[in-house]
């Protein structure tokens, strides 16, 4: 089945700073990639996805790319903020089902 | 339009009992699943369905059973509850284009 593996499983920056966070995948008929953001307690929530016919896509301090040759996508949250602080998980679609990866703690350090 | 809701939000069960979580969502979606997430862990499919009378396992099913009579509902039934499943269980479900919404979750400990 699908693997994905995610980069970092911690990562801790200043206010203000760039988070970058990397996902590969293993399926090469993987089409759609979404990002979810869970805080402590809460339900995973949908902050970003692309599909497979885009390279890039942003909205506002959120940006994902994707690698489809080299079969990995990223998440990039630009001047960081306390409240991205959160586990940010990546998945990809496999047939019908989505496989996450194993997920990456965000400290935002005020 | 209330999304996923599932029920209950807290459980404790005791070894060997039985019970079911419910899921229900009134998107008119195809696809559910339910997940599961252990402490400090990721998710992990448990069943998913795509459609009602369609089920199939996700990457760890047993000691899980599923349905799927409706559109509407998916519940998960814990056959012998053990320790080991005692864990955050979540539903989802989507329509066509693979986007997935979590319910609000069921927290689980079996003693």
């Known amino acids: 089945g699908e693997n994905v593996e995610q980069h970092p499983s911690t990562l801790s920056v200043q206010e203000g700073d760039s988070a970058v966070i990397k996902c590969t995948y293993s399926?090469?008929?993987?089409?759609?990639f979404p990002w979810y953001k869970q805080e402590l307690g809460k339900r995973p929530q949908l902050i970003i996805d692309i599909r497979s016919n885009v390279g890039e896509k942003k909205d506002q301090r959120i940006a994902v790319t994707l690698n489809k040759t080299a079969k990995h996508f990223s998440l990039h949250i630009t001047e960081t903020q306390p409240e991205d602080s959160a586990v940010y998980f990546c998945a990809t679609n496999a047939g019908n089902m989505l496989t996450f990866g194993g997920g990456t703690r965000l400290m935002v350090k005020p | 339009n209330a999304g996923v809701t599932q029920t209950p939000k807290f459980q404790v069960l005791k070894t060997g009992q039985s019970m079911t979580l419910q899921c229900a969502q009134d998107m008119n979606h195809e696809y559910m699943s339910w997940y599961r997430q252990d402490p400090g862990m990721g998710l992990r499919l448990i069943h998913y369905s795509v459609g009602a009378g369609i089920t199939d396992q996700g990457e760890v099913p047993n000691g899980y059973n599923v349905s799927r009579s409706t559109t509407e509902d998916f519940p998960l039934r814990l056959l012998s509850a053990a320790p080991s499943q005692t864990s955050v269980y979540f539903c989802a479900s989507g329509g066509r284009g693979n986007t997935i919404y979590f319910g609000e979750g069921s927290w689980l400990t079996v003693v």
């Open positions: 399926d090469s008929a993987s089409n759609y």
